[in-house]
């Protein structure tokens, strides 16, 4: 209901004077009119209608109406007239105008803002408190608060009572559809602080209604951000420490910022059941008090990791609570993770070694035996030490010898029970094992025992058998003649004879032959001969199936009187039951 005056102009651009002039235009229904007046020419109104008549306009003049209205309605509303005259207009584009007129409601927002807390520590996070209020008479439409947040802050998360934040940039914003007479609406906005200083957070508030009194639409509150860091303390997952022996380990402290922490200090309060030997610190020194060590940094970066490594001895088997408190002059942004507890479990531990001695050797059924030692060095000693081993298909025990507990032998699992060992004692298991097939068999023997081992390395032993069919072979040799005269030549026949009951391969027959005697030449038949020195040399044979013989023939000559002796032996890859039948000599008179 507020009055308005809109002023219209009418020009005659020329070239000739306007005659008959007439403007006519309707006020919309919203608005009332209220008066008309005239620079010249006569005014007139029929309901709505509004008619303005002037006889002549010259050429180069103007004359002006004013139409004085008053809303009636809420809404835009528009008046259009338009102007005619008896002459032709060259350009009747400009001979019609509108006017515009936004009827609005008159209101009275109030905006206000608290920063809770006033001042927070750098990377912290605080909460303004906005509240719109609505003073007016009227319903107040459509409000939108806009937020701008200081530089390098950020937002975290907001709660209103009404409406939403439809924008998470800057600026926040922050919509209503109404608030009733006299009601008021909240925002809960959470952001994050940045750099040090004092930093102003301002909103502004609009509705649909013209604000009487806009000097309160808008608030601002000042906030000092003061340095603050977050200082954290961890250690190593390991707890297990092994009774009597060193164990490094390592404590770590972190400034996640976002300033630098000052007058920093770490306390650890070392368990009962365990002692510090030394440490090691990449930044910063250490001192110990009993069995609290101080850890002084000074200053650490945001940022930054540092180490202090202990070396921690297990006294006492048990378990026992190390604490680690790290602490700073600098308000710190997370407390909860200063603190830290870890648990060192004392543990005894020995140190069990296996290993396994035997014939490397053997025969098809024939027995043959190994012996398993067991040794503890300790320090502590051992409990429930067991042996297991699975036996290959070709391998059987023919009977076990422990020095203490037993033996057991179940689907090709042979599991000895020594029960305990001592610290540097040892346990031994003999067992007399027969094969049922040639090749190489090869065994796993594993120890454990009930307390920590620190050295798993010598827990298992890989040992193997060869086992090897018989093959008996038998040499003979015939000097051909038995004499000679010095000059003369002769011969040496060796045979060599396969006795069974296996094959026999790599055979070798080894030759010496006297001084007295020269040989210029070898026949070898299947075989291979090879020279060796004084008056050495072999004679191979790739195999020689049972019940077969196989010789070669050597030729030699008489250099010196006497009796010249010569000797021979024979060996295969086959085991020779009979060894008594592997060698040979024979002299021949010179």
């Given at each position: 209901y507020q009055e308005t005056t809109n002023t219209w102009w009418l020009t005659n651009a020329g070239p000739s004077t306007a005659h008959g002039v007439t403007v006519s235009g309707t006020i919309p229904a919203g608005l009332a009119l209220l008066r008309l007046s005239a620079t010249s020419g006569l005014t007139g109104v029929e309901g709505a209608d509004v008619r303005w008549e002037i006889p002549s306009l010259e050429a180069g003049t103007a004359v002006a109406l004013e139409i004085a209205v008053r809303t009636e309605a809420l809404g835009i509303w528009v008046s259009d007239f338009a102007a005619t005259a008896t002459e032709g207009d060259p350009d009747p584009a400009d001979n019609v105008a509108s006017v515009t007129v936004e009827a609005r409601g008159l209101g009275d927002v109030a905006l206000s803002m608290q920063a809770v807390p006033d001042g927070a520590a750098a990377g912290g996070e605080l909460v303004f408190a906005i509240q719109v209020n609505n003073l007016g008479a009227e319903i107040a439409h459509n409000l939108e608060v806009a937020n701008w947040l200081p530089a390098g802050f950020q937002h975290v998360s907001s709660i209103v009572s009404t409406g939403s934040v439809v924008s998470p940039d800057q600026p926040l914003r922050w919509q209503i559809a109404e608030i009733g007479i006299g009601e008021a609406a909240t925002w809960e906005l959470r952001a994050r602080t940045g750099a040090e200083g004092y930093h102003t957070n301002m909103a502004t508030v609009t509705l649909d209604e013209i604000d009487q009194d806009p000097a309160n639409n808008s608030a601002s509150a000042v906030v000092e951000v003061t340095p603050a860091a977050d200082l954290a303390v961890g250690a190593a997952d390991e707890t297990n420490h092994f009774w009597g022996q060193l164990r490094t380990y390592p404590v770590l402290v972190t400034n996640a910022g976002p300033s630098e922490a000052l007058d920093v200090q770490v306390t650890l309060q070392i368990g009962e059941g365990v002692h510090l030997e030394a440490a090691t610190s990449s930044l910063g020194v250490w001192t110990l008090e009993g069995a609290v060590a101080n850890w002084t940094l000074d200053r650490l970066a945001a940022g930054a990791v540092e180490t202090l490594e202990l070396q921690l001895a297990g006294d006492t088997i048990g378990s026992w609570t190390n604490r680690a408190e790290i602490s700073g002059s600098l308000r710190d942004l997370v407390a909860t993770n200063n603190v830290i507890e870890w648990v060192s479990q004392v543990v005894p531990i020995a140190d069990l070694g296996v290993d396994a001695?035997?014939?490397?050797?053997?025969?098809?059924?024939?027995?043959?035996?190994?012996?398993?030692?067991?040794?503890?060095?300790?320090?502590?000693?051992?409990?429930?030490?067991?042996?297991?081993?699975?036996?290959?298909?070709?391998?059987?025990?023919?009977?076990?010898?422990?020095?203490?507990?037993?033996?057991?032998?179940?689907?090709?699992?042979?599991?000895?029970?020594?029960?305990?060992?001592?610290?540097?004692?040892?346990?031994?298991?003999?067992?007399?094992?027969?094969?049922?097939?040639?090749?190489?068999?090869?065994?796993?023997?594993?120890?454990?025992?009930?307390?920590?081992?620190?050295?798993?390395?010598?827990?298992?032993?890989?040992?193997?058998?060869?086992?090897?069919?018989?093959?008996?072979?038998?040499?003979?040799?015939?000097?051909?003649?038995?004499?000679?005269?010095?000059?003369?030549?002769?011969?040496?026949?060796?045979?060599?004879?396969?006795?069974?009951?296996?094959?026999?391969?790599?055979?070798?027959?080894?030759?010496?032959?006297?001084?007295?005697?020269?040989?210029?030449?070898?026949?070898?038949?299947?075989?291979?001969?090879?020279?060796?020195?004084?008056?050495?040399?072999?004679?191979?044979?790739?195999s020689l199936a049972a019940g077969e013989d196989r010789s070669f023939l050597v030729r030699l000559a008489g250099v010196q009187e006497g009796a010249a002796a010569n000797s021979f032996g024979v060996v295969a890859w086959e085991i020779d039951p009979e060894v008594g039948n592997n060698a040979a000599e024979t002299v021949v008179s010179i």
């Open positions: 001695q035997g014939q490397a050797i053997a025969r098809i059924g024939v027995p043959f035996v190994w012996e398993i030692t067991i040794t503890n060095r300790g320090p502590s000693d051992a409990d429930g030490v067991v042996i297991s081993q699975s036996l290959d298909a070709a391998l059987s025990v023919a009977e076990s010898t422990p020095s203490q507990g037993s033996v057991g032998i179940d689907g090709g699992q042979l599991r000895w029970e020594a029960g305990s060992v001592a610290a540097g004692g040892a346990a031994s298991l003999q067992l007399t094992l027969q094969a049922s097939a040639a090749g190489i068999i090869q065994q796993v023997t594993g120890v454990q025992g009930a307390e920590a081992d620190p050295e798993l390395g010598d827990n298992t032993k890989l040992w193997s058998i060869d086992v090897r069919p018989d093959a008996d072979l038998a040499l003979g040799v015939v000097a051909t003649p038995s004499a000679l005269l010095l000059g003369a030549e002769g011969g040496l026949t060796v045979s060599v004879t396969n006795l069974g009951p296996a094959d026999a391969t790599e055979i070798r027959v080894d030759c010496q032959f006297d001084a007295g005697l020269t040989r210029y030449v070898v026949e070898p038949g299947d075989g291979l001969w090879v020279d060796g020195e004084a008056g050495r040399g072999a004679w191979h044979l790739s």
